[in-house]
């Protein structure tokens, strides 16, 4: 059934009225509004419902007039178009959404084309949908120019998408084309895939008049934009189509903070909920702060302004630049500042005396640790006075071991090397032997919680025995360094456990519904319901944090969402921060399948549970964490390669790939060919420290 065109009205492009999207649809609208301010626009008209406009030209007779005009009675071929209201917003692109006709010919074909046009708007469509009509014009090229750079949410940059052809093809998705990346000045910066010189879908010069166009319609509408555009054979360049960019990702301030899991990683690989994040990563930071203060490492000023570790949806990360982890630019002026030399030198006296007195304060403070642990007796005792205590002790003393344990780090090195992973895994290859299940093990040995990272309510999951481990030497024989990292631990635990007794009363008196909803309270939640207060409202309504994708190794906050900072890999190899082990080459694997004899295990982040895996391995390369981590310490014990920082390296290196790792330089290149049957043994190595 062909429409009755009488029941629409007439409005030429070129009008004033056209302008009006309220009349004649955002599509049509922002057409005219080109074409009126000098733009490269095709004539045409616009069928609106005849009720919306009293004085326009309307009927079949004038409709057809106009078609009979635009089309040359027919001889050449229109595009009759969509133009709701609905689309082409700032809200809303509405892309795809309504139909579009191509090559309309004679006039049954046209009121045919105009019918399927209104019905794609559904039930109201002859109500709501204006119906655009301008000729069909036959393109050499044709696609899309964006205004911005709606993937990374840059506004300094122009995209391009171009086929050969009209740009039908491209916004329907039967072809992917050629993506361009311009400056705003339309200089070229790369296109994908790439194009031989000579061959080019669009040469320096179109793409010169795209950025202008651009830049054009910005000024004109008030921001970027995103544009159809066609070149016809005649080097002509023509506007299809121009409406607001819409779902532009979020970008981050100028001096947004540089973060990442860095080396904080591995001592929370997982989700923490909100009480863990409270309980643990504040006097992390705090801790931290201390620490970098003491040894002139950062500015007081920035240390105030912003916490050293925070928790984005749930997973840890820190300040990269703060805790030296990326470098830190200084520009301009700021390479005459003395104060940097002046607070490092002021620094210096105080570091100088705290390599001295260091390992004295640090066994001060394992002991009281040691103590006040041991007079905590059987929880299920303990009045809420004492749990708040407990839980109040635990929180302020975990910030001095952070930063004892951070400045032993820095100042100390490594002592005897022996790390409390490495007497965990001894310990862990002799009881294995004699049975029991986990938690009954890590109730025999505390030793055994460096293998497990801290959680409320989460069961051990101690990794499996290692085939081969040095016999224990006992927690009295760790370095300083070892000894205050395992307190963290054993303070950790004990805060999980009181929280965990504290729920159990809670669900029993009816206070609370299940006991995992005490991981949902704020610390000042917490507070005041162990001094008698109610719990939260809105605590049953709290959806607990879920698996959430791991953190980019760098990254920038906007509207609170991590924004990768863009990695500029070379396409051989990559350098990272050797951790030690030599030089060696073998078989990458990502801990999942078959082993490889000669494996290098590729990760993403230190996990403590990966301290199993090491014994056999080739080599150890992780995208995040530190040289004095504790995997890494642990590799360096079992004369494994070990190389940290290295970006993208599980995209990088996939399995299978053969590659030379050598842990001193922080160099991983992979490879071309395959292996030799056998394995080259490490060209250097270090001695496994013995107790």
């Known amino acids: 059934m062909v429409l009755d065109t009488g029941g629409f009205a007439l409005v030429d492009l070129h009008d004033a009225r056209a302008a009006d999207a309220r009349l004649t649809g955002a599509k049509a609208a922002n057409l005219a509004t080109s074409a009126r301010a000098g733009l490269p626009v095709l004539p045409g008209f616009v069928l609106v419902p005849r009720e919306r406009v009293a004085t326009a030209a309307a009927g079949t007779g004038a409709i057809r007039h106009a078609w009979r005009e635009l089309s040359g009675n027919g001889a050449r071929p229109l595009v009759v178009r969509s133009s709701s209201a609905s689309e082409d917003t700032a809200l809303s692109s509405m892309a795809g959404r309504f139909a579009s006709v191509l090559d309309v010919t004679d006039w049954t074909a046209f009121r045919e084309a105009v019918r399927t046009v209104v019905a794609s708007a559904g039930p109201h469509g002859t109500r709501e949908m204006a119906v655009l009509v301008q000729p069909m014009l036959r393109c050499r090229t044709g696609g899309v120019v964006f205004g911005a750079d709606p993937v990374r949410g840059r506004t300094d940059r122009i995209v391009v998408s171009a086929v050969r052809g009209g740009p039908d093809a491209l916004v329907s998705g039967a072809e992917t084309g050629i993506r361009y990346r311009l400056t705003r000045r339309g200089r070229l910066l790369s296109s994908e895939p790439g194009e031989p010189v000579g061959r080019r879908v669009l040469e320096p010069r179109g793409l010169r008049r795209l950025a202008r166009l651009a830049r054009s319609t910005a000024r004109l509408f008030g921001g970027p934009q995103d544009v159809e555009f066609g070149f016809d054979f005649e080097d002509g360049l023509w506007l299809f189509q121009s409406r607001p960019i819409t779902a532009m990702a979020a970008t981050p301030p100028r001096r947004a903070r540089l973060l990442g899991p860095g080396p904080v990683a591995e001592t929370f690989p997982g989700v923490l909920q909100p009480v863990e994040d409270d309980l643990w990563v504040v006097p992390m930071a705090r801790g931290l702060a201390a620490a970098l203060d003491l040894a002139g490492a950062a500015p007081r000023r920035s240390l105030r302004r912003h916490p050293l570790v925070t928790t984005v949806d749930g997973r840890v990360a820190c300040d990269l630049r703060l805790l030296g982890a990326a470098p830190r630019p200084?520009?301009?002026?700021?390479?005459?500042?003395?104060?940097?030399?002046?607070?490092?030198?002021?620094?210096?006296?105080?570091?100088?005396?705290?390599?001295?007195?260091?390992?004295?304060?640090?066994?001060?403070?394992?002991?009281?640790?040691?103590?006040?642990?041991?007079?905590?007796?059987?929880?299920?005792?303990?009045?809420?006075?004492?749990?708040?205590?407990?839980?109040?002790?635990?929180?302020?003393?975990?910030?001095?071991?952070?930063?004892?344990e951070s400045l032993a780090s820095a100042l100390l090195g490594e002592g005897t090397g022996r790390t409390a992973a490495a007497e965990a895994l001894s310990v862990l290859a002799g009881t294995r032997r004699r049975g029991g299940d986990d938690a009954d093990l890590v109730a025999q040995h505390p030793v055994l919680l460096a293998l497990v990272p801290p959680g409320v309510g989460v069961p051990y999951r101690l990794p499996p025995a290692p085939a081969e481990a040095v016999s224990p030497c006992g927690v009295a024989a760790l370095p300083v360094r070892e000894g205050l990292r395992l307190r963290i631990r054993w303070v950790q635990e004990l805060q999980a456990r009181l929280l965990w007794e504290l729920a159990a009363r809670l669900e029993r008196g009816g206070e609370l519904g299940e006991r995992h909803q005490i991981t949902q309270l704020r610390w000042s939640e917490l507070v005041t319901a162990l001094h008698g207060g109610a719990l939260p409202a809105d605590l049953a309504e709290r959806v607990p944090r879920r698996g959430s994708a791991p953190l980019p190794v760098a990254f920038r906050l906007a509207d609170g969402l991590p924004v990768a900072v863009e990695e500029r890999p070379s396409p051989a190899g990559g350098a990272g921060q050797g951790a030690g082990g030599g030089r060696v080459r073998g078989t990458s694997w990502h801990g999942v399948g078959i082993r490889p004899d000669d494996a290098v295990l590729v990760v993403r982040t230190l996990d403590p549970s990966l301290a199993a895996s090491l014994p056999g391995l080739t080599a150890l390369v992780a995208e995040t964490g530190s040289v004095l981590s504790h995997l890494a310490v642990l590799a360096r014990e079992y004369r494994v390669a070990t190389v940290v920082g290295v970006p993208g390296a599980l995209d990088r290196y996939p399995p299978g790939t053969t590659l030379t790792v050598d842990g001193r330089t922080g160099q991983v290149r992979a490879e071309p060919g395959p292996l030799p049957t056998s394995a080259p043994a490490p060209v250097t190595g270090e001695v496994t420290q013995a107790c």
Do not use: I
């Open 330 to 404: 200084r520009r301009g002026l700021a390479v005459l500042n003395p104060a940097p030399g002046a607070r490092r030198l002021g620094a210096a006296w105080r570091v100088g005396r705290l390599r001295v007195t260091l390992p004295d304060l640090a066994v001060d403070l394992m002991a009281d640790v040691d103590r006040e642990l041991a007079r905590v007796g059987p929880l299920d005792g303990l009045s809420r006075a004492e749990l708040r205590a407990a839980l109040a002790w635990g929180r302020a003393v975990l910030v001095p071991l952070h930063a004892q």
